[in-house]
């Protein structure tokens, strides 16, 4: 049976799992789904329409699904949030709606993958998507349409401008303000941004084998280092494409930018 505390205000319309735990406080409207084993803290603010998968925890004085800080955005806009499995999101944390400008495509969803760890004060904007098993630093921010991979980290007070991707496995040093898209595996520092090396400390703790690890060597060298043009750079990635699938996987990101790449 669901421990719900007497103080917490529920919305009749709202759909919770018999398992899940809602603290002092906490606010949930209509539209709001939360499944089996998820633990809402106190004074909690959660609005609809918005789907919570199962085990999250959230912290005290989060507030997630709220209208986007967009001024196009509409009370009654059918846009969401979509938030996964396992996510641990803490104090204060703020995730906002989608919007229409990406109804066609994303279906004005705002989406958070699998064992997320955010941390307090992050805030993801409108129309962001989020993957798994990343982790996001203290007061780490993303503008709207920002999609990050897979094994992402972000050092504390990162913040990334509109648009931007972030690619798997990629690494921000804290206080990293990046206004271009970051291929996967690349670490980046600085304001603004700019690329150091690949994380190889991460993808060894992620049992990467060496020779892997070797040839995303090799590849960021090509892209950061060898003083090409960025024409004859995709050119020479194809043949280590071909020999390597994360190679494939750096050239693809950079194949499908809009953005020009951190430099």
């Known amino acids: 049976m669901a421990r719900l505390h007497p103080t917490a205000i529920i919305d009749p319309a709202a759909e919770l799992d018999s398992t899940v735990e809602v603290g002092p406080y906490s606010v949930i409207g209509p539209g709001v789904k939360i499944g089996a084993g998820t633990k809402v803290g106190s004074h909690v603010v959660l609005d609809g329409p918005m789907q919570i998968g199962c085990d999250n925890q959230i912290f005290p004085y989060a507030a997630l699904g709220a209208i986007s800080q967009d001024k196009t955005a509409k009370p009654d806009d059918p846009t969401s949030v979509v938030i996964g499995d396992g996510n641990v999101i803490r104090e204060f944390v703020t995730i906002q709606r989608g919007t229409m400008k990406e109804f066609d495509t994303k279906r004005g969803v705002t989406a958070v993958g699998d064992r997320n760890w955010i941390m307090n004060y992050c805030h993801i904007a409108h129309d962001c998507q989020i993957g798994s098993d990343t982790i996001f630093a203290n007061n780490s921010s993303l503008a ?64 990467f084998a060496a020779v892997d690890i070797e040839a995303v060597e090799e590849a960021y060298k090509l892209v950061y280092r060898s003083g090409k043009l960025m024409a004859d750079v995709k050119t020479e990635l194809v043949p280590l494409a071909q020999a390597n699938a994360h190679v494939k996987t750096m050239l693809d990101f950079i194949l499908s930018a809009k953005r020009p790449l951190v430099r």
């Open 144 to 207: 709207g349409h920002v999609e990050i991979g897979d094994w992402v980290i972000l050092g504390g007070y990162t913040l990334v401008y509109q648009f931007c991707r972030i690619g798997a496995h990629a690494f921000t040093a804290f206080s990293s303000g990046v206004a271009g898209d970051i291929p996967p595996f690349v670490m980046v520092q600085g304001n603004p941004a700019e690329p150091r090396a690949i994380n190889k400390e991460g993808l060894r703790r992620r049992k």
